[in-house]
Structure formats: C-alpha cells, structure tokens
C-alpha cells in the first residue's frame, strides 16, 4: 500500500476523465448492443458543457436517482445552478419540488419529516422507517418542498460498468485507486473486439442475476431466513451461455444450502440437482444418506469417485464412502497413509501460534518466514508472469485485471498449454542459480504491478531467494503442476511456515490448541513430502494454561 503521505494529488474533474474512458470503451466494443435510448444519452453527455458532465457523473455515482439541490456540495463544480439547468435542458434530469412520496422520504430527514407532516399525528418517538408507514396510512397530499429536487432520468452506471469492466462489482474507485497509484496493474493487450457480451440479452441476463446474488448476501446479513428461503423462486432458467451458467450455479448452490440448513432437505435436493458445481454431488449424496436412500447416495458417490471434480471432491467421496460402506456393500477405497511428521512442544503462547512458534524454530537456527499461501503462489506468479498476461483471447476485458478471466478454472491451462509445457520444461533443466536469477529478475521488474499470485507487501525477495536456494527446480515444478491442475482450490491450504537452515528447508503447518488439519492442508503437505520436500505439523499447547493446571492441582 503507498503511503498515504506522498499520495499525489488527483486532477479536480478526476472522475470526469474516467468517466469519459468508459463511455469511449463502451461505444468502441459495445455500440451495436447499446438501445436507442443509452445512444441518445451519450450524444447528449458530450454535448453538455463541463460544469454539467461533472454533476451528472456525480450523480451517477452516488445511490439513488434523487438529490436535494440544497446538500450539493461540489467545489470543483463552477456555477452549479447553470450545470443543473443545462442537465434539464439536455432532458438528463427533471426538477421537482414536489418528488414522489418514496423519493420525498429517501431525500428528508426524521425532524423534515415530522415539520413537514405536522398536521398529522404522528409518533415523534417513532423510527424512521415507522414514521414513514404511519404517513403513509394517512395518504397525505403530497406539498411543495423549499428546495429543488433533482432526478437523474436514465442511470446508465449499471449498463456502463458492465461492459467496461466485465463484472457487476468494480467501479469508478477502480480508476481513483490506479490514478493515486495504491494499486497499479501490468499493460494488456485489449482490443475493440475483444467482449464479453454478444447480446443484449446477456447484458440483460447477467445483471439480473447479480442482482439477485447482492440480494442473497443482504438478506444474509440481515439474517432473514424466510426472505432467503423464498429466493430460489426467483432463479432464472438454465442458460446456454457458460459464463452466465456457472454463475447461476454458484448461487444455486449457496441458496439450496440455506434450504438445507433450515431442514428443506427435498427443497436443497432439488435446488442442488440443477448444479454441475461442487458442492452439490456432495450435498445431494449427504441428503440422501439422510433419508435412506442409499442407491442414490451410491450412484452419487461413485460418481465423484469416478469423475471427480477437483481434489477436493475426490476426497470428500472417500469419505462418504465409509459411511455408505457400514450400511450397504459399498466398495469403499482404501484409506491414504499420511507422509508427515507430526510434532508436540509445549510453548508460552503470548502472542499468536505461528508467531510463538516461528521463535522457537530460530532459536534453533532456522531462519524462519511466515508463508501460508504466500510463498508457493509467489513463486508460481514469477515463473508464469508473462503467460498469465499473455494476450489470450477474452482474457482480459479492461486495463484493472490482477489476473485473466480464465485464471482459476481448466481452461487456463489449456488455452496456455504449449508455453506453459515449455516453461516448465526449461525450468526443469535450469540450475538453482540459474532459477534465482531469472525469478528475481522478474521480481524486481514487476515489482509492485498486482497480480493474484504474489502479494508484494507480505512476501520479500530473501524469502524467493531462500526458496529457489533450497528447492530444486524439479520439486517446483512438481508444485506448479499441482496448482495448475486445479488453480482455485490448490493455491490454498499451504503450510504456516517456510524456513531454512544451511542448504536445507522445511514447510511446517501450526496447529494451536483444539485446532485441526483441514483437508486441503493434508493434500498439501502429503504431496510436499511425497516430493522429498520436508513438510511437519506442530501442535502446540499453551505453556501458561498448562502451568497454572500444576499449580492447581
């Protein structure tokens, strides 16, 4: 992260600037899906006058489509009154002093309220939202207002970032945070032809359905379970579009979880059916153990078994499996034997387990890094730098990614294959040194640019040095076929702690009192191991409890 201190300061009409980029990407890539109606608002947009731009885009991106002309407060805006005119001369906003009674209660504060509504009698100890219900009851006459209301007509931010970014979830701070250089991001080959969206429908589509995926999260937070539970009425069709189908499963399976949890199990079942995403074989094979239904469960498992997935799943239908075996005649596989070392120290945890445990492993002599997820990652994105930012077709949409749309599914490796095939050849036949050198070059000369795979702030070059010193090159590329056989999953569950000690290095994974291994951190630090590549667990108990139960007994 820069410091805050030696920010540079933005141009006044920053936002005017990136906004202007949007709508220019936009009509380049997307002209023939714009309707009439968003073509007309551009033409009318740069038209307007500066002052005008500024406030409309303002407006834009704030929530709502009204605003109070009293509570505008825009320095950089030259002559407001004259900008507001030009918005309702170019028919890009109406005038109201008497908005709408929903818009008039969004724009008002409780005391407005109260004073506006006096002559009814109302509450005055009510809540807000009450005090509205109660004025609403008595369907007043709606009157004039002191100050002028503003309404934006057509909100086109939606549609605009769409296209522009790909996604519902960035936005204009996307530009603010590149411009003050908090994050900046690697140069990509992006082209007019290079879209998304091939149809209205789509953009449609997918908007829709991100507006049901912020619903659910909402409703989530606010912990309402009958509104979650009725979300699944409004799930659109299945869709012949990928993108937009793995989308819907995505939420078809956080939707049928909630049906599962609240004892719908017929309901999750049915929602869980209509996903080809883990975790719905899973679910569906759990739900039918609980109702008995072992051929079903069977067919499920054997399945996953079969054709699993990723890792993940695999290991999750072996151990179905053993509950299907003490019911039915169900061949489960044979368990794995672990290849890691387990350790036991008790230690004074005043500060975090790792932490504690990091000084014990230096007191020994090992110079010790915290690297959970870090390191490996790293590593992976210095070696695959310029492929992952290789210019790919539909990788990359805008100028903001941290990686290609691909980069955590199978088709990133296959649409990559024969340079990532020679990568790993070449680094295979390499030297330590030589892996030094040409990792750490990379590592200077991206230095800062983001990239899903190395996070600059918690990973330092003498901890890529150590590594490439003490793993030899055939054992990393065990580990980058790893992840790339299964980029999501796999760039998880490495272990807490990368040390070295001469020509020598070790992964350790921490475990403080009652925590335990997760299944992703067992595949790991059995692959580890089967590599030759040292890789312990430490259970640590708490020195201070485990001292004070002596003193008391």
């Known amino acids: 992260m820069t410091d805050t201190a030696v920010l540079p300061d933005l141009p006044p009409h920053y936002y005017l600037a990136n906004f202007a980029s949007i709508i220019d990407t936009v009509t380049a890539r997307y002209?023939?899906?714009?309707?009439?109606?968003?073509?007309?608002?551009?033409?009318?947009?740069?038209?307007?006058?500066?002052?005008?731009?500024?406030?409309?885009?303002?407006?834009l991106s704030r929530k709502g489509h009204w605003f109070r002309e009293d509570k505008l407060n825009y320095p950089e805006i030259d002559n407001l009154p004259h900008a507001i005119s030009a918005l309702a001369e170019a028919h890009l906003?109406?005038?109201?002093?008497?908005?709408?009674?929903?818009?008039?209660?969004?724009?008002?504060?409780?005391?407005?309220?109260?004073?506006h509504f006096a002559a009814l009698p109302l509450n005055k100890k009510s809540k807000k939202a009450d005090l509205i219900e109660e004025?609403?009851?008595?369907?007043?006459?709606?009157?004039?207002?002191?100050?002028?209301?503003?309404?934006?007509r057509l909100d086109v931010m939606p549609i605009f970032l769409l296209l522009y970014f790909g996604n519902a979830r960035q936005d204009l701070s996307q530009f603010v945070l590149s411009?003050?250089?908090i994050q900046r991001f690697e140069s990509v080959s992006l082209t007019a032809e290079e879209r998304l969206f091939t149809s209205r429908d789509?953009?449609?589509?997918?908007?829709?359905?991100?507006?049901?995926?912020?619903?659910?999260?909402?409703?989530?937070?606010?912990?309402?379970?009958?509104?979650?539970?009725?979300?699944?009425?409004?799930?659109?069709f299945t869709t012949a579009w990928p993108p937009l189908e793995r989308k819907?499963?995505?939420?078809?399976?956080?939707?049928?979880?909630?049906q599962e949890r609240a004892g719908n199990i017929n309901d999750a079942a049915m929602l869980f059916s209509q996903s080809h995403l883990p975790p719905s074989r899973e679910r569906q094979a759990r739900i039918a153990i609980k109702q008995a239904n072992w051929t079903r469960a069977s067919e499920l498992v054997s399945g996953m078994l079969d054709t699993p997935f990723n890792e993940d799943e695999k290991d999750v239908a072996a151990r179905i499996a053993k509950q299907l075996a003490k019911k039915t005649h169900f061949d489960c596989p044979s368990a794995n034997v672990h290849l890691y070392e387990n350790l036991h120290l008790s230690l004074p945890l005043d500060t975090r387990v790792e932490m504690a445990s990091a000084a014990h492993f230096t007191e020994q002599g090992?110079?010790?890094?915290?690297?959970?997820?870090?390191?490996?990652?790293?590593?992976?994105?210095?070696?695959?730098?310029?492929?992952?930012?290789?210019?790919?077709?539909?990788a990359f949409l805008n100028p903001f990614q941290r990686s290609p749309r691909d980069m955590f599914s199978s088709e990133f490796y296959a649409a990559r294959q024969t340079a990532i095939d020679e990568r790993l050849h070449a680094l295979a036949q390499q030297t330590r040194e030589e892996s030094v050198k040409q990792r750490l070059e990379t590592y200077e000369n991206k230095h800062g640019l983001a990239n899903d795979w190395v996070f600059w702030g918690y990973i330092d070059k003498e901890q890529i040095e150590a590594a490439l010193l003490t793993l030899a090159p055939h054992q990393l590329v065990a580990c980058f076929k790893r992840i790339l056989f299964d980029p999501k999953s796999n760039r998880a569950g490495h272990p807490d702690l990368f040390m070295v000690k001469g020509n020598t290095c070790q992964f350790v994974e921490v475990k403080g009192p009652g925590d335990k291994l997760q299944h992703h951190q067992v595949r790991w630090l059995d692959f580890l191991n089967s590599h030759h590549i040292i890789s312990k667990v430490l259970y640590v108990e708490d020195a201070n409890i485990s001292s004070r139960t002596k003193a008391n007994s």
């Open 202 to 236: 789509q953009m449609k589509d997918w908007l829709n359905l991100s507006s049901l995926s912020e619903q659910y999260w909402q409703l989530l937070e606010k912990k309402d379970k009958h509104a979650l539970l009725e979300l699944p009425k409004a799930l659109p």
């Open 366 to 394: 090992w110079t010790v890094w915290f690297s959970e997820n870090l390191l490996l990652n790293a590593l992976f994105g210095l070696t695959f730098w310029d492929i992952i930012f290789s210019p790919v077709s539909g």
């Open 93 to 115: 906003i109406d005038i109201e002093y008497t908005p709408p009674f929903d818009a008039l209660c969004s724009l008002l504060t409780k005391p407005e309220l109260l004073s």
């Open 135 to 152: 004025i609403a009851m008595h369907s007043p006459t709606p009157e004039p207002l002191t100050f002028l209301c503003l309404h934006v």
């Open 248 to 258: 819907r499963q995505r939420l078809i399976n956080q939707l049928a979880r909630e």
């Open 179 to 181: 411009d003050l250089g």
């Open 31 to 59: 002209g023939d899906l714009l309707t009439q109606e968003e073509g007309d608002w551009i033409t009318a947009f740069r038209d307007l006058p500066i002052n005008a731009q500024c406030l409309l885009v303002r407006f």
